[in-house]
């Protein structure tokens, strides 16, 4: 899913490429992305866009009249750049938002639709849709602290809490607490102050160290590239290979369809946590260390020969 640098620059290149030209019309593809019924979509079309922000992981973009339209890309929802009228036929196009210069597509690359739009006709409205999480960017350590303390979680988890923090999901939460040497289960309850004022510095630098890292990429174009998945990540996706500080090889717990990525000898003291599909099968045996998980691998090899 799109998260708070990616969705920025999003935002940046839209207001670039499309602020001030009119939406003509929008080409809906998918019976489930449009969420409402009032004001109809048709209201939208002829008025200029004055505005594109962001609202967590939403894009918002206010039209002439006060009329805004919120989308949700949600997990596998992507934007182009296309020809004014470019065909929307695919089988992963889900709505074509035609402007008087150019096409912008919504795709999404999965069997799951699950891409929203919906259409306001008033701020408040279209405000109702933040999950009320605080901004880490320009926050204060003081109100970051109050943040996590709010709730007893794991720091993962109340990074990627969108009612207590903004914007962070899993690929760059992963990315924050191996900046910040932590512990993804760790309980926000046992952080201490001088913990918080770490995990506060690291989530801020990562946030900022990304969005530039994108801007850069993208330059005056548009990001048609949009991954979780990215070389530089240092634990995101890199189950397996070594981390780039101490090169021990990162670990991961799988749950549901996500996984976190985390180096052990920078995070956990040298400790596996448990995943939870292969703790399944190795009960109580499941290892400590990655000296003992190594042995396990290759006792597993020697016994299967």
């Not at 943040?147 to 990074?159: D, V």
């Not at 913990?195 to 990001?223: N, Q, Y």
């Not at 996984?259 to 448990?274: F, I, R, S, V």
């Not at 000296?291 to 396990?296: A, G, I, K, S």
């Amino acid at each position: 899913m799109p998260e708070l640098p990616d969705v920025t620059v999003y935002v940046e290149r839209l207001q670039a490429m499309f602020g001030g030209h009119a939406l003509q019309g929008v080409r809906v593809r998918s019976p489930s992305l449009l969420r409402t019924a009032v004001p109809p979509l048709s209201a939208t079309y002829g008025r200029k866009a004055v505005e594109f922000s962001r609202l967590g992981k939403r894009i918002v973009m206010r039209l002439e009249g006060d009329l805004f339209l919120v989308l949700h890309l949600m997990i596998a929802g992507r934007l182009h750049v296309k020809p004014l009228g470019h065909g929307a036929t695919g089988k992963i196009d889900q709505a074509a938002f035609d402007f008087d210069h150019q096409t912008l597509l919504l795709t999404e690359a999965s069997s799951h639709k699950r891409a929203q739009l919906y259409v306001h006709d008033s701020l408040e409205a279209a405000r109702a849709h933040d999950r009320g999480g605080m901004e880490v960017l320009g926050s204060k350590l003081k109100d970051f602290a109050a943040a996590l303390r709010s709730e007893n979680h794991t720091i993962k988890r109340t990074l990627t809490d969108p009612r207590i923090l903004s914007g962070i999901g899993n690929a760059y939460s992963d990315e924050i607490l191996h900046h910040a040497k932590m512990s993804p289960v760790k309980m926000t309850k046992n952080l201490t102050d001088a913990e918080i004022k770490t995990l506060h510095k690291s989530s801020i630098a990562m946030l900022e160290l990304w969005t530039d890292r994108l801007r850069e990429e993208v330059g005056d174009g548009f990001p048609e590239k949009v991954t979780a998945f990215r070389p530089q990540m240092a634990v995101h996706g890199k189950y397996g290979k070594p981390c780039p500080v101490r090169g021990t090889k990162v670990q991961r717990i799988a749950y549901a369809n996500n996984e976190t990525n985390y180096c052990p000898t920078c995070q956990t003291d040298g400790k596996l946590l448990a995943d939870r599909g292969l703790s399944r099968l190795l009960k109580q045996d499941w290892p400590k260390t990655l000296e003992e998980l190594e042995d396990y691998k290759a006792s597993r090899k020697t016994n299967t020969k």
